[in-house]
């Protein structure tokens, strides 16, 4: 397990977006002018009760994001305490933020294993099932119709140990639907939505490992089997949780590209940060280790084809997951992310501005 059920999600809200991220721009005029003339968008995962707390985590967002998505608010955890409940309240806010900014949307998640509130273990029928999760998508997607671009409808659905005939992880969909519940997620997006873009969203696929090599050719399966069938998909999302201390598979993660890109399949970087609890203590030696894991991660993946956004998860230090699972044993903080505790930029974000940049 590498950040499991943190992702519950209660710390925060959102959305943010992917395909259709095209008139915005950056605050500070370097970026701004870069973007403008056909940057890379670029984004970060928000905690959005902190937006009207703390000003300089508001300001540093502003100042580097064309993108938001959120920890937590569209999660079912966060959205629905109760089977006749919705609770829109977090992505609501941070959609206003969004637009108040000048920046788009990501939607996060609409099927996923995670994050479930207890009353959906009631769900005891493939019937059952099928009208829970076509309501919930109908009336999630409904509410934000045209103001979402790009959601991860379906995320992590690849098991953590893929074996033959066991590649789908469990789930209350899977157990209730199979595999079905996919092409169920994909097909009522698209409905509601004819216009958003439509994503699989998936991690630990980077390293040099069997279990990453497993993962990678089981999600191309999905993928291929999906569109071999004509089922609504525009793009792939390659998470990022990097573990700091491993090498990036870089020939793999570039023909896996490839291969996504060869079904005319956008691909994005949904949730890039280095964990770093196995680096060494030395905050400048720890940076440099971080931003070169990051540099290969995004070398591999735009040697193949450029991403159509990158994002983060989470933007500063002060705020992250990484340290609920994999706290340092030294004591000192985790620096996962593009700018330290105190928002200030540091050799990850020098490596983002120059992928973001480079398609100028």
Known sequence: MRRRDFVLGALGAGLASSGALDPVVRSDRIAKAA?????????????????????DYRAAIVD????????????????????????????????AFADQNGMKMRGHTLAWYGAMPEWTQTIASAAQAERELVHHITTVVTRYQGRIPSW??????????????????????????????????????????PSAQLVIND??????????????????????????RDVPLHAVGIQGHLPGDMEIDKEGLSKFVEAVKAMELDVLVTELDVIDNKLPALE???????????????GAISDAARPSAILTWGITDRYTWVPMWFKRDDGKPNRPLPLDAGCRPKALMKVIDDFTRAAE
Do not use: M
């Open 152 to 193: 991860d409808v379906v995320n992590e659905a690849i098991a953590e140990h893929p074996k033959s005939g066991a590649t789908i992880r469990g789930s209350i969909w899977q157990e209730r639907l199979g595999k079905r519940y996919i092409e169920l997620a994909l097909k009522t997006t698209a409905a509601i939505d």
């Open 284 to 298: 400048y030696d720890r940076d440099q280790l971080v931003a070169a894991r990051a540099r290969d991660f995004l």
């Open 203 to 228: 991690y630990n696929i980077e390293n040099p490992t069997q279990q990453c090599r497993d993962r990678r050719q089981a999600l191309l399966d999905l993928v291929r089997d999906l569109k071999d």
């Open 35 to 55: 973007y403008a003339r056909g940057g890379i968008p670029y984004g970060v995962a928000v905690r959005t009760d902190l937006l009207d707390t703390e000003f």
């Open 64 to 95: 580097h994001c064309q993108l938001v998505v959120g920890e937590g608010g569209l999660k079912w955890f966060d959205l629905r305490p109760s089977q006749d409940q919705f609770v829109f309240d977090q992505p609501d806010r941070l959609i």
